[in-house]
């Protein structure tokens, strides 16, 4: 170990440096205190042996000055001090000292409270090493939580680009949506698009769970239903006296292909169409909340029998139900994300709450109930965090 001896009588300083050389150490000498400050303002010296009383800066002086200067290693430091006052070793220990011994000391004493010193250095470089490791791991990880970050927003990015674009595809329907996810990411998804000159499919669908998992499998979804109607699988068979194909037929599709196992979530869904020219459809429920069909008047009806969510189980049956939007009607498609909401109480804010914003909203335009349903989840659960994805999707006849 290096040790500075800081020492102003040269006899004193000569012997103490030849009995630590002789133990193995490396000495370095000063013959004052401001002698001593300058070898450690330029050296890496971990432990100093200083005597007390000395010219220009005393050894307290140099003590604080010591334990001044934040370096990233600790300097042991031993007084020095032909005095045994208490009061003195109290100022002593104050200026940082980390231990004393009266001049005229035993030589074994000395060889003893050196060893003490090194044990002490000894862990505190260990504890350095371990720090230093953290630090490295720390920087690891913000690293790769910054990588995440980053893939986050990349697949959010993706998956806003698959929701809808224009509520005007249809000169016959008045169409608004809300989308908030629980994460940068979500399972909700959402979509409407032509089936053929005169019919507008739609779907909502909400993947069990949240983060990565359930927004890959809802644009996996996404990408399957579009592939479907590129493909022409959502139109009729040739012969069939329908137009498209019936919403259940669809929904049993997706359930034979997307059987979970242990790997992918299941999925609960809406999925239907409407003719634009006289405002009948059919949909089919599966395992989703169930469609509100908001009259003009302000009635606001459920639709569906509830059916399996997609996924769960093989061979399960779906059904197709009817409806029919009158000019002013609205169908209302939407997560359990709504109605589960919790305020700081811990309330739901179930769907008596929407069926009454949808009835309140119906002499408004169709973006109106978007808006309305989104200030008052805000209020309903104050500063809480969204628990759970929020998806809203409303088609009403013109």
């Known amino acids: 170990m290096r040790i500075l001896i800081a020492e102003d009588a040269s006899d004193a300083r000569e012997i103490l440096g030849r009995l630590l050389k002789r133990w193995g150490h490396e000495v370095v000498t000063a013959s004052n205190g401001r002698e001593a400050w300058e070898i450690l303002e330029r050296e890496t010296i971990r432990l100093v042996i200083s005597d007390w ?76 090493s371990r720090n230093s490791k953290l630090e490295e791991t720390n920087r690891k990880l913000h690293a790769a939580l910054d990588r995440i970050e980053q893939d986050l927003r990349a697949a959010a990015a993706l998956q806003a680009s698959l929701l809808p674009k224009d509520p005007n595809v ?94 992918a979530p299941y999925f609960t869904m809406v999925y239907g169409y409407i003719d ?55 169908l209302i498609l939407y997560s359990d994300g709504i109605t589960d909401c919790r305020n700081t109480q811990g309330e739901s804010f179930e769907i008596e709450r929407l069926i009454g914003l949808a009835g309140d909203c119906i002499d408004t335009p169709a973006a109106s109930l978007t808006t309305r349903v989104d200030m008052a989840l805000r209020d309903w659960r104050g500063a809480g965090e969204i628990e759970d994805d929020i998806s809203l999707l409303v088609l009403q006849r013109r």
């Open 276 to 330: 634009t020219d006289t405002g009948r459809g059919e949909l089919c429920q599966a395992g989703h909340p169930h469609p509100l069909l908001a009259r003009r008047d302000g009635r606001v009806e459920l639709v569906g029998h509830g059916g399996f969510a997609v996924g769960m189980l093989e061979g399960v049956p779906y059904d197709s139900v009817g409806f029919t939007l009158q000019p002013g009607d609205r």
């Open 170 to 263: 249809s000169p016959a329907l008045a169409l608004a949506w809300l989308f908030l996810p629980a994460t940068e990411i979500g399972g909700d998804i959402f979509d409407f698009f032509r089936l053929n000159d005169r019919d507008l499919g739609f779907y909502h669908l909400d993947v069990a769970g949240h983060g990565v998992p359930s927004a890959m499998m809802s644009v996996t979804l996404s990408r399957t239903l579009s592939a479907e109607l590129g493909e022409g699988h959502l139109i009729a068979p040739p012969g069939d006296e329908r137009r498209v194909r019936a919403p259940d037929a669809v929904v049993a599709d997706l359930n034979r292909r997307f059987q979970s196992g242990d790997i």
């Open 53 to 128: 009383m000395m010219p220009e800066v005393d050894g307290l002086e140099l003590c604080r000055r010591v334990r001044a200067v934040e370096r990233d290693h600790y300097t042991y430091f031993i007084l020095l001090t032909a005095r045994d006052d208490k009061d003195d070793l109290i100022e002593g220990m104050t200026a940082g000292a980390d231990d004393f011994l009266t001049k005229s000391f035993n030589f074994e004493e000395l060889r003893v409270r050196l060893r003490a010193a090194e044990r002490i250095l000894s862990l505190e470089s260990q504890l350095a």
